[in-house]
Nanobody, 114 residues
Framework: QVQLVESGGGLVQPGGSLRLSCAAS????????MSWYRQAPGKERELVAR????????NYSDSVKGRFTISRDNVKKTVYLQMNSLKPEDTAVYYC???????WGQGTQVTVSA
């Protein structure tokens, strides 16, 4: 089955950390640029981070640069998002996407609150 499954979301206090995972199946994961997006209530979905096929190039939105790190393991067919120094404005549903394939995961909720 062709799918992306995110995990690792939850409730965390401001300043805390979470690591999101996105496991791929049913397609050749290593051939695709992978991205993380997020959507907060009442807002448009926005790109958070992107990583090239071999992981050599990464890009981040200005709002997360220096706090979030995207990485991938092509053997495990998984992309990660390490999120540090979390802020309440990071609260959103986080989605991974296989770019070029137009394949989205179901999303995982991240809530940053005291």
């Amino acid at each position: 089955q062709v799918q992306l499954v995110e995990s690792g979301g939850g409730l965390v206090q401001p300043g805390g950390s979470l690591r999101l995972s996105c496991a791929a199946s049913g397609f050749t994961f290593s051939m695709y640029v992978m991205s993380w997006y997020r959507q907060a209530p009442g807002k448009e979905r926005e790109l958070v981070a992107r990583i090239t096929t071999a992981g050599g190039i990464t890009n981040y939105s200005d709002s997360v640069k220096g706090r979030f790190t995207i990485s991938r393991d092509n053997v495990k067919k998984t992309v990660y998002l390490q999120m540090n120094s979390l802020k309440p404005e990071d609260t959103a549903v986080y989605y991974c996407k296989a770019e070029g394939r137009g394949l989205w995961g179901q999303g995982t909720q991240v809530t940053v609150s005291a």
